[in-house]
């Protein structure tokens, strides 16, 4: 059985740091791109950032480029995002995905709850 849990998520103030993580089991971590969303209330699900199935490449979203790392630990089936010189606007639910070419919808973990704020 698939599973992504995402877990260290919670209310910070602005300026703050928080690192997520999301843990998997059921299938071939290691092959697999990892992928950070995060879903505003009103707003459309975004990309994050990305990593490639070895951790060699990784890419970001211009909002959170230079703030955020993504990393992943492929003995430990678990992928990171350290987000620092958080902001009022990072404030959302934030999702890892795991994608191959062949699973295109990808697989989603539950979300875990960031909130910015003073």
């Known amino acids: 059985q698939v599973q992504l849990v995402e877990s260290g998520g919670g209310l910070v103030q602005p300026g703050g740091s928080m690192r997520l993580s999301c843990a998997a089991s059921g299938f071939t971590f290691s092959s697999y791109i990892m992928k950070w969303y995060r879903q505003a209330p009103g707003k459309e699900r975004e990309l994050v950032a990305g990593?490639?199935?070895?951790?060699?490449?990784?890419n970001y979203a211009d909002s959170v480029k230079g703030r955020f790392t993504i990393s992943r630990d492929n003995a430990r089936n678990t992928v990171y995002l350290q987000m620092n010189s958080l902001k009022p606007e990072d404030t959302a639910a934030y999702y890892c995905?795991?994608?191959?070419?062949?699973?295109?919808?990808?697989?989603w973990g539950q979300g875990t709850q960031v909130t910015v704020s003073s």
């Open positions: 995905n795991a994608w191959a070419s062949w699973v295109p919808s990808g697989y």
């Open positions: 990593i490639t199935a070895t951790g060699r490449n990784t």
